[in-house]
């Protein structure tokens, strides 16, 4: 999904180990064409997070206790998107089959033991059997994409959990999902949660081989543009107020990350003729002409996209990056956006520090119009996992453009 199209994926997921390696071979190549300063950080951030990743079906509550990158949150959905697509441009074989290594002990985990302990990868919060809110979609995603090829009682099971959430959530006129924000606030359209919902649908459509959910993450994503764009300024809005009847909140970068991400992977599971396609690539290459504008001369994107002064937020500029990069490589967009995407992996490489951890992520966060709240309230952690997807991503879509544009 991420590097090839969905039918290439899953003809890739299906190569033997024997093409993984002739694969590695060539591609072996294309990393004499880069300079080892640009190769050696992506490889040794994936190889941790590998090395870190817990994969084999507990034996005891507490053995293996899950990692970080075991817990779900969709934050690990986004890194397993990153690994999947960075092992099939080199030919890694542990890159590959991260994700289902990955998902595969989380459903051990569950159907074993549920969430009966702390230390689970469900965690004390129960947003895998309790979820409450979109953003609780953890790895939902893979369930639809990964029970067509191997079935599994727990994937039905967390489907139907988290279809019961969206079942019951508010939705403005026109049927969008939205967010109760707060007595004050009311309902809300929040631009981050296309992300937790339009990848699953996507999946479930080609897992019930039903064209009425891809149809219905297109309209939910052609409601987000229009309730959301700013055609001034070029931006999206992080937010819509039903009580205010319109936008609320500064042009936050990773909220309009999140937007992009989730019409870039729409995108590659729309066919050519569907009547909807244009129009979706026409609000994808609007946003990006005008994120390319906000783009700093070093490459990054800041915490608040039309405040320089705010700092370089990694996590969006990753997503950027990428998103440009995957348009550059499906031919959503001109060869001329190379500039702005080499430019922005670069920067991307520049925020690696000695220890291979990427600087500068903005933590979770909600939406506000007091710039200090993102930039003394959400200051910049250290190799958050916010960062750590977008940046696999954004670096296997180069290594892919890199062949197409080296001399």
């Known amino acids: ?89 080199i030919g890694n074989e542990s890159y590959r089959n991260y994700t289902k290594r990955s998902i595969d002990f989380f459903a051990a985990y569950q159907s074993k033991f549920g969430d009966s302990m702390k230390a689970g990868p469900a965690g004390t919060g129960k947003w895998y059997s309790k979820p409450r809110q979109m953003w609780q979609c953890g790895m939902i995603a893979t369930f639809a994409e990964h029970h067509k090829l191997r079935p599994n009682s727990e994937f039905i099971r967390g489907m139907k959990i988290f279809d019961g959430l969206l079942d019951s959530a508010p939705r403005f006129d026109g049927g969008v999902l939205v967010r109760n924000k707060s007595k004050k606030r009311g309902l809300g359209l929040q631009i981050d949660d296309l992300y937790m919902i339009a990848p699953y649908w996507c999946r479930k459509a080609e897992l ?16 987000y543009f229009d309730y959301l764009w700013d055609k001034e300024d070029k931006l999206m809005n992080p937010l819509w107020l039903r009580k205010r009847k319109g936008p609320f909140g500064l042009y936050w970068g990773r909220g309009n990350g999140w937007y992009i991400m989730a019409i870039t992977d729409l995108l590659t599971f729309i066919p050519q003729d569907h009547p909807k396609r244009a129009e979706l690539l026409t609000d994808y290459r609007s946003f990006i002409e005008g994120i390319v504008f906000r783009q700093g001369e070093e490459g990054l994107w800041h915490q608040i996209l039309d405040k320089p002064d705010s700092y370089r937020e990694t996590s969006c500029s990753g997503m950027f990056t990428y998103c440009i990069l995957k348009g550059i490589n499906e031919e959503w967009l001109d060869d001329s956006y190379f500039h702005a995407a080499k430019k922005g992996w670069k920067g991307l490489l520049s925020v690696v520090n000695e220890n291979n951890e990427l600087t500068g992520v903005c ?4 939406i506000s119009e007091d710039p200090n709240y993102y930039l003394k309230g959400r200051a910049p952690r250290v190799h958050d996992q916010h960062g750590i997807g977008p940046f696999l991503l954004a670096g296997a879509a180069y290594l892919q453009a890199n062949k197409k544009f080296r001399k």
């Open 1 to 89: 999904m991420i590097i090839f199209s969905k039918q290439k994926r899953n003809q890739a997921n299906t190569r033997t180990v024997t093409d993984g390696l002739s694969l590695f071979s060539g591609v072996l190549l294309l990393f004499v064409c880069i300079s080892s300063a640009q190769a050696d950080p992506l490889i040794k951030i994936a190889d941790d997070v590998v090395s870190q990743t817990s994969f084999g079906e507990p034996a005891a509550e507490d053995k293996p206790n899950p990692t970080r990158y075991n817990l779900w949150m969709y934050q690990n959905f986004m890194i397993m998107e990153g690994m999947d697509a960075l092992g099939e441009v």
């Open 208 to 223: 019930l081989e039903d064209p009425k959910w891809l149809d219905r993450a297109i309209e939910e994503s052609l409601h």
């Open 363 to 366: 933590p979770p966060s909600d």
